[in-house]
């Protein structure tokens, strides 16, 4: 759970508090007020906190992986990071790192071998969060050997004794090395990270950021959007 959706259930359980209290002495004008504030703060907390701020994601620098020549999103993976309660080697705490994040912050994938097995860190900046799961950076080496590997954060959640970080990560892949592996005729979709359906036009819905997946890959995780995929 992000920082801001804390402070506004708080918040809500507070001004509840004083509405269930003035309402029997007779304060009937406070209390209900105190209880519509609590309703509206308990509202926009159970919004993404992007949303709740009325934020627009912008599209990144450095461009949609998919976009890039020659290249596409071969799988795209909502995951944890795990390890991030380890002091990194300068001795900083991650818990102390991930606490002053906000969860619209630049992160960066980087994989490298640990004991002689393939392993990935997450990165903000030159800060290490933590890394992906043994099990799953072990199967994405052997899935895509080549492939490199961007994500953006979904959630620093936790919050009152241990922060924790969700990711969306996307496997990138040179395109003339995965034409082969692909099945012929394959269909391409298309996803963003707001919704739990796929498209078949890019500019669906008003997608932000569309991202290109095989839809056999879509189907495992998404629900054909009834607009655009008839």
Known sequence: MAKKQIILYVVAALFAVSGVIALPSGNITGGIGCIVIAAVCFLLARKPAKEAAGQQEEPRATGTPAAASGSRIAETIRTKIVGVTFNNEDGENRQDILKTMTGDEDITVEKYTYNGEPAACIKWGNKVLGNLSAE???DLARKYPQARYTAEILEISGGVQTF???IELDIIVEEKKS??????GETIVYIDRSSKKYHSKPTCSGMKNPKSIPLSQAKKKYTACKKCCK
């Open 164 to 166: 924790g970080c969700n």
């Open 136 to 138: 799953l950076a072990k």
């Open 179 to 184: 034409r082969a592996a692909q099945p012929a």
